[in-house]
């Protein structure tokens, strides 16, 4: 009987040593957003913008390595072809070739409408980090489109400058897509919801090439955007991330 008894619990001990641990939240997040980061990127784009009377769709080139740096070239329509948005750390500027300016835009309009669509200008540059800026708690699991998700509250470290309140994200178990992300405000208000689709092979990386961003009091508003190509850790350096670069790149 001893033996039985010995072996058993030899059996559970082995077992639970063996068995994987659950990764943590901030682990999860973290391989998501190495996912769709890359060290750095090359990306060509088309936003769809929704309303109840009107749409219309342009498109776009983005450049980004890390967190820090990025660059967008609009290539249509015609009337915006030109602009470019550039990042550098936490500052952005945008060159109007129309009028033949370079405007810096301002931290406190990081909120604002990102040419004329829901995204947002934070959205577009990330200028928060979802990694440094929030802690993450892992509320549970739920089944998303037929995926089994970790489901996982971001809410901002006390010293973090960032736009929202709180955020819920939606992370696959298996390959650590994000196919859903909520955005509240610091009144906990539904702002965004925005939802990830078209999971494709893009070469070194398999992620979703869909968003859709939904406005929750603005009925019949949604933007998309959809990434025709993408290249993750292109040869790029400091130096390409330029005021100067905003004027030549094409």
């Known amino acids: 009987m001893y033996r039985v008894v010995s072996f058993f619990i030899f059996f559970f001990l082995t077992a639970a040593i063996a068995s994987p641990q659950e990764p943590t939240a901030t682990e999860i997040i973290t391989k998501a957003n190495d996912l769709m980061r890359g060290k750095s990127s090359y990306s060509e784009v088309t936003m769809h913008i929704v309303r109840p009377k009107w749409e219309r769709t342009l498109s776009f080139k983005a ?149 859709e961003m939904i406005p929750a009091d603005k009925p019949g508003n949604k933007t998309t955007m959809e990434f025709t190509y993408i290249k993750f850790n292109i040869p790029l350096q400091e130096s390409f991330f330029s005021l100067q670069n905003m004027k030549r790149v094409h």
């Open 63 to 211: 450049w980004a390595m890390g967190t820090k740096y990025s660059l967008i070239y609009i290539t249509s329509p015609a009337k915006e072809k030109g602009q470019v948005f550039l990042k550098r750390d936490k500052e952005m500027w945008n060159w109007i070739p129309s009028i033949g300016r370079t405007i810096k835009i301002p931290p406190s309009m990081m909120m604002q409408s990102w040419m004329g669509s829901d995204m947002t200008n934070d959205d577009l540059v990330k200028e928060s980090s979802i990694v440094e800026d929030y802690n993450h708690t892992l509320t549970g699991t739920e089944t998303l489109d037929g995926y089994e998700c970790y489901k996982i509250e971001l809410t901002p470290k006390e010293e973090a400058a960032v736009v929202w309140g709180k955020i819920y994200t939606w992370i696959t178990k298996k390959g650590f897509l994000t196919l859903k992300n909520e955005f509240y405000d610091e009144d906990d208000f539904l702002i965004n919801t925005e939802k990830l689709s078209k999971i494709k092979n893009v070469g070194d990386r398999t992620i979703p090439t869909f968003f």
